[in-house]
C-alpha cells in the first residue's frame, strides 16, 4: 500500500469537498469545491507513489456558490452535482461537433476560444450563471453540456446517489428534505419531508428495494421504495437507539453523533450487492460498546499512545497482514480512561428481520468523528468462508482512512494524519486499486493496494455477476417490512417542459426483472 499527497492546489487555496472517479475510466478524477468550481483531472497512478495529473477540464457556468458533492452515474457518462446554492446540475460531455454558439436555450456549452479563455455560453434569461474562468485555470481540452437546474430544495444540498440503473436520482439538503428525482422524465417522484435536521447523506439499495437517510437529529431513516416506479411508499424504520440484551437499561443508548458536532457530512452507502448498509457518523459510550459486542472485540492486542493528535505529526500508515505480522491494529486500540465516547461506523444487514439492530460495529478508537462510507463498486475474491465474494469499502473520520471488507471487524489497512484539515470525502476506481481522499486543505490524497493487499485482482465480471443478483432478487414474490413509523411523503410530477435532458441509455434491469416476475 502507497500513501501519497501531491503537493498541488486543485481548487488554488479553497477547500475541496467532494471527489468521485470514473467508474468506467478509472484515470478519469473529478473534484468540486468553493465558487461553484468543479474540475476534471487525468490521473495516473503507477506501482511509483507520485501520480501523474493532467488538467482535462473545468465545468464553469453553473453553481453559483460551494459544491458539496459531485457523482458519477454508473456508465460515468453523466455527473451529478449539488451546491449550496440549492441547485442539481447534471454535466454530459459534449460532442466533437458542438460549436461554441447554442440556440438552445436550456444547455450551457463550456467552450474554447482561440484566446485560450473559457466562457459559459448562455442565454438572456440565465446571465447569472456566466463566472467564466480563472485566470490561473489551463486551456480546458473538453466542452461539457449542463442540464437546467434540478429544482426543488430551498438550502443547500449536500449528498447525491444514483440508482444503479442511472434512473433515479436522489438528494438530501440543509432544508431537511430528500428528493427522489426520475432523470429521464426531469420529475421529482417523491419528497420526504419527516427529517427534523439536515440531511447529511443519502443511499439508494441497488435493487431499489429502499433508501437510506442520515440526518442531524440522530436518525437513520430506512423508507420502502416500489422497485418498478422509484416511488417511495412509508419510512419503515427509524433508527435511533441501540439496547443490548445484557444491560437493563429501559431507553438504550443513542446511536449517533447529535447537532453540534462539527460534521458537514453523514455519507452513508450499500455494499454492492445490497446485502448490508454501512452508516458514519456513530458514536456509543464504551459500556454499552463493549455489551454489544460481547467483549469479543475488545481484546487488548496493543499498547497506544494516549496523547491529543497534533495536526503536525507525521502521517501514519498501515497495511495489516493476515499472517500476524503487523502488530499495530488501530480499531482495537485501548480507550483512554477520560473518554467516553468512542466514535464508529454500523453495518446493518438489509435482509431479514433485524434491519433495526447493527449487524456489527466498527469502533474508532483515538480518532474523530466517521463522515463518510465509500464503497468500492467491484467483487472480489473471498478470503473467507463466510461468504462467497469479498466486498471492500472505507471508513472516512475527519482525520483517517481506515479500509474494511464486509465479514471484519478489524480494518485491513489505514492511514492517519494525512491531512491538515478535515477530510471531506472519498472514492474507489473500479478496479479497487486506487483510493482517492478530498481534504479541506485543498489537497487530495492517493492511496493505491497491490493486488496483493486486495486479496487478489477484482473479479472481470463483477457488473455481470450483480446484474444477475438484482434479476434474481427482484423476481421472486417479495414481502414488505411492518413499518415503524409513518412517514410524510408527497408524490408530486413535475410541469412538463422542453428543456433538454439527460439521455441515459442503460438498460433497465429492474424493469426487465419486474417485467419476468410478472410472467
Known amino acids: 500500500m502507497n500513501v501519497c499527497t501531491p503537493n498541488i492546489s486543485w481548487h488554488g487555496c479553497d477547500p475541496v469537498y467532494s471527489c468521485a472517479i470514473n467508474p468506467v475510466d478509472s484515470k478519469r478524477l473529478a473534484t468540486a469545491g468553493m465558487r461553484g468550481s468543479i474540475y476534471l483531472w487525468d490521473i495516473d497512478c503507477p506501482s511509483a507513489q507520485q501520480p501523474l495529473i493532467t488538467f482535462i477540464s473545468s465545468l464553469a457556468g453553473a453553481h453559483l456558490e460551494s459544491v458539496n458533492c459531485i457523482r458519477w452515474n454508473s456508465k460515468g457518462t453523466h455527473l451529478a452535482s449539488g451546491s449550496d446554492d440549492s441547485n442539481i446540475f447534471i454535466w454530459t460531455k459534449a460532442p466533437v461537433a458542438t460549436t461554441a454558439t447554442s440556440s438552445d436555450s436550456n444547455v450551457t456549452v463550456v467552450t474554447k476560444t482561440n484566446q485560450a479563455t473559457t466562457t459559459a455560453t448562455t442565454t438572456a434569461n440565465d446571465n447569472d450563471n456566466v463566472l467564466g474562468w480563472d485566470k490561473d485555470i489551463p486551456e480546458s481540452k473538453e466542452r461539457w453540456l449542463k442540464s437546467l437546474p434540478y429544482k426543488s430544495h430551498l438550502e443547500p444540498v449536500l449528498d447525491l446517489a444514483w440508482s444503479r440503473d442511472d434512473q433515479l436520482l436522489i438528494s438530501g439538503s440543509v432544508d431537511k428534505k430528500v428528493v ?21 447523506g443519502v443511499a439508494i439499495h441497488p435493487w431499489r428495494k429502499h433508501i437510506a437517510v442520515m440526518s442531524t437529529d440522530r436518525s437513520l431513516r430506512i423508507y420502502a421504495m416500489k422497485a418498478e416506479t422509484g416511488s417511495v411508499s412509508r419510512c419503515v424504520y427509524n433508527i435511533r437507539k441501540i439496547k443490548p440484551a445484557n444491560i437493563k437499561q429501559e431507553n438504550g443508548a443513542l446511536m449517533f453523533i447529535d447537532e453540534t458536532s462539527m460534521t458537514f457530512f453523514r455519507r452513508c452507502a450499500y ?84 434491519f433495526d439492530r447493527p449487524l456489527s460495529i466498527l469502533p474508532i478508537m483515538n480518532d474523530q468523528e466517521v463522515i463518510a462510507i465509500s464503497v468500492c463498486p467491484s ?141
Not at 299 to 304: M, R
Not at 441 to 464: A, E
Open 379 to 519: 467483487l472480489f475474491p473471498s478470503t473467507s468462508s463466510a461468504a462467497p465474494y469479498r466486498m471492500l469499502f472505507a471508513l472516512i473520520t475527519k482525520t483517517s482512512l481506515f479500509f474494511y471488507d464486509q465479514v471484519s471487524l478489524e480494518p485491513f489497512a489505514y492511514a492517519r494524519r494525512i491531512h491538515l484539515l478535515s477530510l471531506t470525502d472519498g472514492c474507489w476506481s473500479h478496479d479497487g486499486r486506487l483510493f482517492v481522499a478530498s481534504s479541506e486543505d485543498g489537497y487530495v490524497t492517493f492511496v493505491t493496494f497491490t493486488d496483493q493487499c486486495l486479496g487478489g485482482p477484482c473479479l472481470p465480471d463483477s457488473d455481470k455477476i450483480l446484474d444477475e443478483m438484482m434479476i434474481n432478487a427482484l423476481t421472486p414474490p417479495t414481502s414488505t417490512a411492518s413499518p415503524a413509523t409513518t412517514a410524510t411523503v408527497s408524490s408530486v410530477t413535475s410541469s412538463s417542459s422542453s428543456s433538454v435532458t439527460p439521455s441515459l441509455t442503460t438498460p433497465n434491469l429492474i424493469t426487465m426483472a419486474m417485467q419476468q416476475k410478472k410472467k
Open 180 to 200: 427522489v428525482w426520475n432523470v429521464n422524465k426531469r420529475e421529482k417522484i417523491s419528497i420526504l419531508d419527516d427529517p427534523k435536521g439536515f440531511v447529511q
Open 271 to 354: 455494499l454492492p450487492d445490497g446485502s448490508q448498509l454501512i452508516v458514519s457518523g456513530g458514536c456509543l459510550d464504551k459500556a454499552f460498546l463493549d455489551a454489544y459486542n460481547n467483549e469479543e472485540n475488545v481484546e487488548q492486542k496493543e499498547e497506544e499512545t494516549t496523547k491529543p493528535t497534533n495536526e503536525f505529526d507525521e502521517p501514519e500508515t498501515q497495511l495489516i497482514q493476515e499472517n500476524g505480522n503487523t502488530e499495530e491494529k488501530p480499531s482495537t486500540a485501548p480507550l483512554p480512561a477520560k473518554l467516553i465516547d468512542v466514535n464508529c461506523a454500523y453495518t446493518f444487514a438489509t435482509s431479514g428481520p433485524k
